[in-house]
């Protein structure tokens, strides 16, 4: 019997993987909002076998409950994690269950998420220990193959998980951190923050290692409720540079505005 695939989670990267993985497969939305979900189709095909169960819920604390809540409800053969989660939760989860758990973190701007996901590799990992792990793999390369979407596996999940919190997020924020410093420093000395990083723009063209961020408050549900993830706050501070920051300067929740114009586009996360 032909099998099916389950999309849990219907926000802002369910939808888009919704969108990505129906082009070459029926796939089913499931929410617990149903205004969101297809419910005829949800009905036509809701008997059908399971292959992948996709989740793309927010990370909590009931995470792991929630999981394992879908996994009785749907009954799938893999489950995908697309889901920001904090470390070891894949490891957690793959002790829980007898079928392969992967994990695959997302990449891209919330805006334009179906198209960045199609833009970047897609990494994915498992556990040494993972049952059916070659097959699971296979399967998986398959259905992102399918949908013209690069991959490439990692040694562990708990590789990935961090690579996503450390490398993207939080890196993308120390960054943000220091634009929002240059710019406070400019402030003191009456000087334009554009005119003084122009000096960077040769070197960063020629070497890639000095980026012009702007200097705008980090708001968004991913930058800085990702730090509460890893629980290291304390070590990268930006969350407290951003609230020192927003007390400091007036219009910082509005700067962003300034240098989102044509080409030049730093969106917050």
Not at 85 to 114: C, D, E, N, W
Not at 122 to 131: D, G, R, T, V, Y
Request: hydrophobic share 35%; aromatic share 12%; net charge positive.
């Amino acid at each position: 019997m032909t099998t099916i695939d389950i999309v849990a989670g219907l926000g802002e990267i369910g939808i888009p993987m919704l969108k990505l993985f129906s082009k070459n497969n029926v796939v089913l939305g499931y929410d617990v909002n149903q205004n969101l979900m297809d419910i005829e189709k949800f009905k036509k095909f809701r008997n059908f076998p399971i292959k992948f169960l996709h989740i793309c819920i927010p990370f909590s604390n009931k995470f792991p409950s929630n999981i394992k809540k879908l996994y009785k409800k749907f009954n799938p053969q893999i489950i995908v994690i697309h889901s920001t989660v904090a470390p070891y939760t894949t490891q957690t989860l793959q002790k829980k269950f007898s079928i392969p758990v992967i994990y695959s973190a997302t990449r891209g701007v919330h805006k334009r998420m179906l198209n960045d996901i199609k833009k970047y590799t897609k990494f994915f990992a498992l556990e040494k220990n993972s049952p059916n792990k070659r097959w699971a793999t296979n399967e998986f390369r398959k259905l992102l193959k399918n949908c013209n979407v690069k991959t490439e596996k990692m040694s562990t999940p708990i590789t990935l998980e961090l690579a996503k919190l450390i490398v993207d997020t939080t890196y993308y924020g120390w960054l943000i951190n220091f634009a929002q410093l240059s710019n406070l420093v400019a402030k003191k000395y009456n000087i334009d923050y554009d005119e003084m990083w122009e000096f960077s723009k040769e070197i960063h063209k020629n070497l890639g290692n000095r980026p012009k961020m702007f200097p705008g408050f980090i708001g968004g549900h991913c930058v800085i409720p990702n730090l509460s993830l890893i629980n290291e706050d304390d070590f990268f501070k930006i969350d407290k540079i951003n609230n020192l920051y927003a007390k400091k300067v007036k219009n910082s929740k509005s700067i962003a505005k300034k240098y989102t114009k044509g080409k030049q586009s730093y969106s917050i996360k």
